[in-house]
């Protein structure tokens, strides 16, 4: 079946301007995950949705960061007003409930901001 | 902040050779995970160890776990130039959302 999808793969942005990072999930799973991977490092924990509730936004590195994920499928990751310390890869992941399953992650869409 | 360290950060090996990655965690855990992330394929489980479990196997994977040392291993035995690839340990640790990866171990096969 298809896996996690995100889009665009690839985004350059200006600084200073806003983008939005798209995770289609597995059809049925419940939790969904966005990561950061800054390079040469292990991807690092964002925020969490249930369905479509935001249980922890704890990772969000700043308030210009909001995700939502309104109808609990797709999920959209916004990020206000880039800086360079943005540039990323934005992973998106889903299981079935939780972190006691595994997550399947979607390919990422590598962010850089000029 | 990151969680796990794995070490060696770097390993290359002949190709046939088995191939042994360490894991340390720092908080109590519910599970550890481990997932491979090369260019083509992105990031992809391999497999999931809970705490009260000491050992599991995958096909030529061999996970192990002490939660007294806080610490996991993954073997891969007869590898392969497709095993090239970075390997992470994540931890779902407990009263927390989502995984905490470790920075990874850099596998190469020499063929």
């Known amino acids: 079946g298809a896996g996690v999808s995100q889009s665009p793969r690839y985004k350059v942005a200006k600084r200073g301007q806003d983008v939005a990072l798209r995770c289609d999930p597995i059809?049925?799973?419940?939790?969904l995950f966005w990561y950061q991977q800054a390079l040469g490092q292990g991807p690092e924990f964002l925020t969490y949705f249930q369905n479509e509730a935001q249980l922890d936004k704890s990772g969000l590195p700043s308030d210009r960061f909001f995700a939502e994920r309104p109808e609990g499928s797709v999920s959209t990751l916004k990020i206000q007003r880039t800086q360079q310390e943005d540039s990323a890869v934005y992973l998106c992941?889903?299981?079935?409930?939780?972190?006691?399953?595994?997550?399947?992650f979607g390919p990422g869409t590598r962010l850089t901001v000029t | 902040s990151q969680q796990g360290e794995e070490d060696p950060q770097a390993l290359s090996i002949q190709e046939g050779e088995n191939a042994t990655m360490n894991c340390s965690y720092k908080t109590s855990i519910n599970n550890l995970q481990w997932y491979r992330q090369n260019s083509g394929r992105g990031l992809v489980h391999l497999i999931l160890?809970?705490?009260?479990?000491r050992e599991k196997h995958s096909g030529r994977l061999r996970v192990t776990l002490d939660t007294s040392k806080k610490s996991s291993s993954l073997l891969i035995t007869a590898s392969r130039a497709a095993d090239t690839a970075s390997y992470f340990c994540a931890t779902d640790a407990r009263g927390a959302d989502g995984l905490t990866f470790g920075k990874g171990t850099h596998l190469i096969i020499q063929p």
């Open positions: 059809s049925g799973h419940v939790s």
């Open positions: 160890i809970r705490s009260n479990e």
């Open positions: 992941a889903s299981s079935w409930s939780g972190s006691s399953y595994e997550q399947y």
